[in-house]
């Protein structure tokens, strides 16, 4: 069964760095989609970044220049690097990916990632 386990999240003050790990497993990493999302309480879970199969990236426009997504497709992980973070920041964070063989989407379990101000 395909999972995906994410890891790094935690408790920072603003202005702080995190990096999130994304492992994913039985799946077809090289040829999937990546991406990180997020959801706050009361809210919607939103795109904050995702890169494709040929490495092009797409970003939150509240994340760009602040936060960097990156994937090694030799160890079936995806990151996120996350810098100068803010409390509006704080959010659940969750993996995903968009596999086309065969034609899936997954979810991870979701990591907190905390600012405090």
């Known amino acids: 069964q395909a999972e995906l386990v994410e890891s790094g999240g935690g408790l920072v003050h603003a202005g702080g760095s995190l990096r999130l790990s994304c492992a994913a497993s039985?799946?077809?990493?090289?040829?999937?989609?990546m991406g990180w999302y997020r959801q706050a309480p009361g809210k919607q879970r939103d795109l904050v970044a995702q890169i494709n199969t040929g490495g092009t990236l797409t970003y939150a426009d509240s994340v760009k220049g602040r936060f960097t997504i990156s994937r090694d497709n030799a160890k079936n992980t995806v990151y996120l690097q996350m810098s100068s973070l803010k409390p509006e920041d704080t959010a659940v964070y969750y993996c995903?990916?968009?596999?086309?063989?065969?034609?899936?989407?997954?979810w991870g379990q979701g990591t907190q990632v905390t600012v405090s101000s």
């Open positions: 039985r799946i077809a990493f090289s040829l999937s989609t």
């Open positions: 995903h990916a968009d596999c086309i063989l065969p034609k899936r989407q997954y």
